[in-house]
């Protein structure tokens, strides 16, 4: 009995100190690492600030999606409730456990998963998985992701993902008011995941980058592993899917166009390849893109996502929610949206009468 009871004590004591480090571990995380000017904290902890069940969309993926696809321009038009739960660089693997963190949150009619990343067998960066798992609350879903195989994580990895203090445990003497009242504070991101992107750089290269095939682009096992997978974890939760692919002429093809397609057919999930579209949307590479075709600025993303918009109300079920008293807080967040593209506006027009 002593032996058994001295077990015990020593699990107690270890689950205390588990705890505790869970919960020290927000105060000691840096804002240089888990922030670009509070965008990566906003993005994923302002998901958890959303009502329960009150979305009808959840858009997953990398850089693509954030900067591309803007949830708030989707209600403006169609009254649809969105959020883009996205990090960059995240990986097939990643988004999986994401989408598993999302459905014990939310019901959505539809989940969008951006597929470019599926073209990639290797996993994040260090850098950037502190951008997604950093933010994330502390969850089964979780620390399944972090330990898993696919990430190769080193044991010293694993411990300082799960438990950042060992990290950042140095920075104790630097610790301001700051890091404790807003180290479990989830923070309302009015913009749903959308990162307003404001420089332009047109892209100048070929514009029938769609025709291009390279052999070497293909699936590769984990990619296949986890697109499975998501699959079936949306089928289990009875969520459809909807795989697309943003406007990408330096890293899409003809080939990963046709894997995808063929891997759509199959798993008959549909596949919306924006690529293909781009009259229908009215893309503008002289105006519309942040970094020469990479990324989208304001004006491809709102275009996009106007598209988009349109899709998911042609196709599935989803109402309009606008003047409903359960979604008041979103005409708060647009009136923000607003006010940020309009002062965004003004200051461009401010610099071409400048040069003038």
């Not at 302002?46 to 979305?55: A, D, I, Q, R, S």
Request: charged share 30%; aromatic share 12%; net charge positive.
């Amino acid at each position: 009995m002593k032996k058994l009871a001295t077990v015990i004590r020593v699990l107690i004591f270890l689950m205390i100190g588990i705890v505790i480090f869970f919960l020290l571990s927000p105060i000691f995380i840096p804002k240089t690492i888990n922030e670009e000017k509070g965008f990566y904290r906003a993005i994923i902890q302002g998901f958890y600030t959303e009502p329960k069940n009150t979305l009808d969309t959840v858009f997953i993926g990398d850089s693509s999606i954030y900067k591309g696809v803007s949830p708030i321009k989707i209600w403006e038009d169609y009254g649809i409730a969105c959020y883009n739960y996205a990090s960059p660089t995240q990986k097939i693997w990643d988004s999986y456990y994401c989408i598993k963190e999302v459905l014990e949150h939310q019901k959505p009619k539809v989940i969008v998963l951006n597929v470019d990343q599926a073209f990639s067998e290797k996993p994040m960066s260090k850098f950037y998985k502190r951008h997604l798992y950093d933010n994330m609350p502390t969850t089964i879903h979780k620390v399944e992701a972090i330990v898993d195989k696919v990430q190769k994580n080193s044991s010293e990895e694993i411990t300082t993902l799960l438990f950042p203090i060992f990290r950042f445990h140095s920075r104790w003497s630097e610790l301001e008011d700051d890091d404790f009242t807003n180290a479990h504070t989830k923070l309302h991101y009015p913009l749903k995941g959308y990162q307003i992107v404001r420089s332009i750089k047109p892209y100048k290269s070929k514009k029938d980058y769609m025709i291009k095939e390279n052999k070497k682009d293909i699936l590769g096992p984990n990619a296949k592993l986890y697109l499975k997978k998501i699959k079936e974890l949306c089928d289990e939760k009875q969520v459809q899917l909807l795989w697309i692919e943003t406007p990408a002429p330096k890293t899409w093809n003809k080939t990963k166009h046709q894997e995808m397609t063929k891997l759509a057919v199959k798993y008959q999930i549909p596949f919306l390849d924006l690529n293909i579209y781009l009259k229908e949307i009215g893309l503008d590479w002289e105006k519309d893109t942040q970094d020469e075709g990479v990324h989208m600025n304001i004006y491809g993303a709102e275009k996009i996502s106007n598209f988009l918009g349109k899709y998911l109300k042609e196709n599935y079920p989803i109402s309009d929610h606008r003047g409903q008293s359960m979604y008041r807080q979103w005409e708060s967040d647009l009136k923000e949206y607003q006010a940020q593209k309009a002062e965004f506006i003004q200051k461009k027009r401010g610099i071409i009468n400048s040069k003038k």
